[in-house]
């Protein structure tokens, strides 16, 4: 488990850890998959198959993202599970092989089983800390997105950048017409009161993005390190205060994109 130092004067909290990947000289991932979601709307589906794991067009809705995150060259993801959690190791073991790719290790941070629930998405990150590089990507396990690129060319641009985050953001759908955030001509993310007249598009969070492992430091995030006693928080307002500060840049992307957040869109999806 992770010990958490903090250091005299510093702002920052650094973790001393023993991997929690299984072998402790494996690389560190550069991805994150989120899957520990409840999927009330998805009720009953989700009753006795965790969402990720409802399967679309032949294969299990997750594995799209995970396919994606393979050809854009990630060789090691972690998966965070909580509701039946224990179903997507069970299914997927510990590594991905798809055809004419290499093979994907796979790795697990079992909120559910640590902590007994999910631990909303800025609590599951910083609990998967340990497990990831310094820049990685984040991907939700129940959208589907399956001409995304996951560009090295992206993660490259965005590494060697000033910003903690880089979202891409997707035309909004019929379920979010308001949007969440705007896009400026510099490529900067915009945090846009819904409430108020603006000049800028809003438009919906895809949920795909890159972030640095310093946006989930002290400075940002008030999580210790590795979240040892499992502090739920969304990343919303976490974004937004860095979005105010011009710290995250965003592009727009217009292929297809499903939050598959109710069985009316899953069936819609299996339909086409």
């Known amino acids: 488990m992770a010990q958490i130092a903090r250091v005299?004067?510093?702002?920052?909290?650094?973790?001393?850890?023993k991997s929690f990947i299984s072998s402790g000289s494996a690389p560190l991932s550069t991805a994150l998959l989120l899957a520990a979601g409840?999927?009330?709307?998805?009720?009953?589906?989700?009753?006795?198959?965790?969402?990720p794991l409802l399967r679309v067009r032949g294969q299990p809705l997750m594995q799209w993202a995970m396919q994606g995150l393979q050809r854009g060259g990630v060789s090691h993801l972690v998966i965070n599970t909580a509701w039946l959690g224990a179903q997507i190791p069970q299914h997927f073991g510990a590594v991905l092989d798809?055809?004419?790719?290499?093979?994907?290790?796979?790795?697990y941070s079992q909120e559910g089983?640590?902590?007994?629930?999910?631990?909303?998405?800025?609590?599951?990150?910083?609990r998967a800390l340990p497990q990831l590089a310094e820049?990685?990507?984040v991907?939700?396990?129940?959208?589907?997105?399956?001409?995304?690129?996951?560009?090295?060319?992206?993660?490259?641009?965005?590494t060697a950048s000033p910003q903690l985050?880089?979202?891409?953001?997707?035309?909004?759908?019929?379920?979010n017409p308001g949007g969440d955030f705007g896009l400026s001509r510099e490529g900067l993310a915009l945090n846009l009161p819904k409430q108020a007249p603006s000049q800028h598009v809003r438009y919906t969070f895809s949920t795909i993005a890159l972030y640095k492992r310093?946006?989930?430091?002290?400075?940002?995030?008030?999580?210790p390190p590795g979240n040892p006693e499992g502090v739920k928080a969304p990343l919303a307002a976490m974004l937004r205060a860095a979005m105010d500060n011009g710290r995250v840049s965003a592009s727009l992307y217009n292929g297809a994109w499903t939050d598959v957040g109710t069985p009316e869109r899953l069936a819609q999806l299996n339909a086409a």
């Open 8 to 17: 005299p004067g510093s702002l920052h909290c650094h973790v001393m850890t």
């Open 38 to 51: 409840r999927g009330e709307r998805m009720r009953p589906l989700t009753d006795t198959t965790p969402k």
């Open 98 to 107: 798809t055809a004419g790719q290499a093979p994907m290790h796979l790795h």
């Open 113 to 126: 089983v640590e902590f007994g629930g999910a631990l909303e998405t800025a609590g599951g990150i910083v």
């Open 135 to 137: 820049v990685f990507w």
């Open 139 to 158: 991907a939700a396990g129940d959208v589907f997105a399956p001409d995304f690129v996951f560009a090295p060319e992206a993660y490259a641009r965005f």
């Open 165 to 175: 985050a880089h979202i891409w953001l997707v035309p909004n759908p019929a379920h």
């Open 214 to 223: 310093a946006f989930f430091e002290a400075a940002w995030c008030p999580i």
